[in-house]
């Protein structure tokens, strides 16, 4: 085949180079002949030969180099391209000039208004010596000598830390926990604490417990031996007049009684709970690796002394037993082994976490009134689907599908019990559910159970999971999440008596809050032990307002009496407002932004080996 082609109408389309003269051409030649050698005169036609055809009007061209064009499509080009850049031009002039309305960020939703005021409860409730930035007005330095004023102990320095509720005393157990469920939320939802310019305030809450839990024990040593389980007392049985964090109703920075510290030698809950606390915090400052190793090596020392020394930190009447007594520490083995494989990678804490005896022993296997009732005693809740997120994202298969399989069952029958149409827990009339039965101080078991409802939601739908079965039925994430939702919503002011039970959220909200603190004014005068006693009594309200403290709550019929006095509804606690921030923020902002995925996983090597590379090229 030529490579020129065809001519369409059939003939080859070569030039060729003997008559590549054109018309034209020829009659330039003809025109430049010597007329003067031409031997006889012409005749009309003859000269008319010569002369070529008549003269015609030449068209004209614009040589643009790469092609030619006529001349008169070039300036009807150039002058169109003229007019429009004339006209862009006028146009972005208008728009920039006229007056319009910018559209800003729409307003924050609820939930990240609350949560401001959440996170400022724990500036509130620091003890030692406050960062200058505390921001808040009337707390000072406090208990500047927890430690040092007991010799029988052999912690010297216990400076810091947290009180634990009105009084102030340092309950270790439940400040565990809320340091644990505060760095759940933030690994899980780091991007909305971000976008709520809370990310560094959080942490440092975060990081003002765990500081404090390193001194409780010898952090540096590999094996200890006894561990600081508590700072203050607060038994006032038998009639009792000596001064403690309970019969005495001071401001914190004006305590002169002697604190006593409790020390634990056999408290598997509370180390278990400990090493929970700083294994997930380690997660939280993974990006600072010296203080996250120490923290990591701190957890991995308190889990073993949990699982050598077994025993109930609270046993025996002691003074935690009357304010926060451990039922058990299986479900604390279950869920310190859960946090410590995050933190670690070490399959060992997930074997241990996975045991089928240890999971038993924890009542995975059975019901009972509180089953699936997350709190600061009972870990189980949280450990299954803490545990069911290993199983949604990673699936590490045998030996720990079976019982990873049960967690992940389990935790939807959990969620199933949370919604209206299953009667596992009665509801108020109002609608808020009723985890503990009725009994006093409900909130806090509503918001971990408002919290654990958001993220399962938050895991399915990152799984690609449009739901869950319980039993036959299928429901929706929504519908978890509309569930929690519900019962934020009604801590937040959605209820029959339209308060608040947050602290300075809204225009309605508890004045008269159990909280030594903020019901003494800063007025440069001292009250001593009973001296206080009056603003305890006194009817006006609080001269502090506590921001962001939820208060225990309402009782089974909707009811609330703001009185300071009666501590089940007026007073807060770390524990529970823990719970009130994860919950808060699972809900904040933009549903879209969801979990993430793999930050707790950071320290987990890949389940599977990784598969031999390709053979070489075959050559013969």
């Known amino acids: 085949m030529s490579m020129y082609g065809r001519d369409p109408w059939g003939g080859p389309l070569e030039i060729n180079a003997a008559d590549s003269a054109t018309d034209d051409d020829r009659s330039r030649n003809l025109q430049d002949l010597d007329r003067a050698a031409l031997s006889r005169p012409l005749d009309e036609t003859q000269q008319s030969w010569l002369l070529g055809p008549s003269e015609q009007k030449k068209k ?7 092609i030619i064009v006529s001349r008169k499509i070039f300036v009807w080009t ?5 007019v429009s850049a004339v006209l862009a031009g006028l146009i972005t002039l208008i728009v920039k000039t006229v007056p319009r309305h910018h559209h800003g960020k729409p307003p924050p939703d609820n939930y990240t208004l609350a949560l401001h005021k959440a996170l400022m409860f724990f500036n509130a409730q620091r003890s030692g010596k406050l960062p200058k930035h505390n921001n808040v007005s009337w707390r000072g330095n406090s208990c500047l000598r927890d430690g040092k004023s007991d010799p029988g102990t052999t912690m010297k320095d216990l400076v810091g830390g947290y009180y634990d509720a009105g009084d102030a005393i340092k309950f270790n157990f439940p400040a565990s926990f809320a340091m644990t469920m505060l760095s759940w939320s933030v690994i899980e939802y780091s991007a909305k604490y971000e976008a709520a310019g809370e990310l560094n305030h959080v942490k440092e809450i975060i990081k003002w417990g765990t500081d404090y839990l390193l001194k ?4 540096s040593a590999d094996t200890i031996d006894n561990i600081a389980a508590q700072v203050g007392v607060g038994d006032t049985s038998g009639g009792s007049t000596t001064p403690n964090d309970h019969y005495c109703w001071m401001r914190p920075e004006d305590i002169d009684y002697p604190r006593p510290v409790y020390e634990c030698h056999s408290c598997s809950d509370l180390a278990a709970e400990m090493a929970a606390a700083l294994a997930a915090a380690s997660i939280v400052f993974k990006d600072n690796k010296a203080y996250s190793q120490k923290l990591v090596h701190g957890a991995r020392t308190v889990f073993q002394f949990a ?11 002691s003074d935690p037993a009357l304010f926060y007594n451990s039922s058990s520490y299986w479900d604390e083995f279950v869920w310190g082994g859960a946090w410590l494989y995050y933190a670690t990678g070490n399959s060992s804490y997930l074997q241990l976490a996975t045991h089928p005896k240890l999971a038993k022993h924890a009542g995975a296997f059975w019901g009972g009134p509180d089953y699936g009732v997350l709190s600061w005693d009972n870990k189980l809740a949280g450990a299954q689907v803490l545990l069911s997120r290993l199983r949604l994202f990673l699936s590490p298969g045998y030996p720990y599908e079976e019982i990873l399989r049960t967690f992940h069952n389990q935790t939807s029958i959990v969620m199933c019990s949370f919604l209206p149409v299953f009667t596992s827990f009665n509801r108020t009339k109002g609608g808020l559910i009723q985890l503990n039965h009725g009994r006093p101080q409900p909130l806090q078991y509503v918001v971990n159970a408002a919290f654990l409802a958001a993220l399962y939601s938050d895991y399915l739908d990152a799984a690609d999971t449009p739901g869950w079965y319980c039993g036959p039925n299928f429901y929706s994430t929504d519908i978890l999440r509309e569930f929690a939702k519900t019962q934020m919503d009604y801590i937040l002011g959605k209820n029959p008596r339209k308060m608040s039970f947050v602290v300075g959220f809204g225009n309605h909200y508890p004045k008269h809050v159990h909280h030594r603190g903020a019901s003494i004014p800063k007025n440069k005068i001292r009250y001593n032990c009973k001296g ?25 019929h909707d009811g609330f009496h703001d009185v300071r006095t009666n501590y089940n509804y007026t007073e807060p606690t770390l524990a529970g407002n823990a719970g009130l921030v ?3 923020v699972a809900l904040s902002g933009d549903k879209s932004t969801g979990i993430d995925k793999n930050t707790i996983f ?8 990784t598969p031999p590379p390709p053979p070489a090229p075959w050559k013969p």
Do not use: E, I
């Open 60 to 66: 004209k061209y614009v040589d643009l180099g790469c």
């Open 78 to 82: 150039v002058g169109t391209l003229v």
């Open 216 to 219: 409780t024990f010898n952090n």
């Open 307 to 317: 699982r050598d020394q077994r025993g109930r930190y609270s046993a025996g009447g």
């Open 532 to 556: 206080g006693w009056k603003w305890r009594d006194s009817k006006k309200p609080n001269p502090n307002t506590l921001v962001g403290a939820m208060v225990a709550g309402p009782d089974k």
């Open 582 to 584: 994860a919950a808060l």
């Open 602 to 609: 950071s320290a987990v090597p890949p389940m599977f080996p």
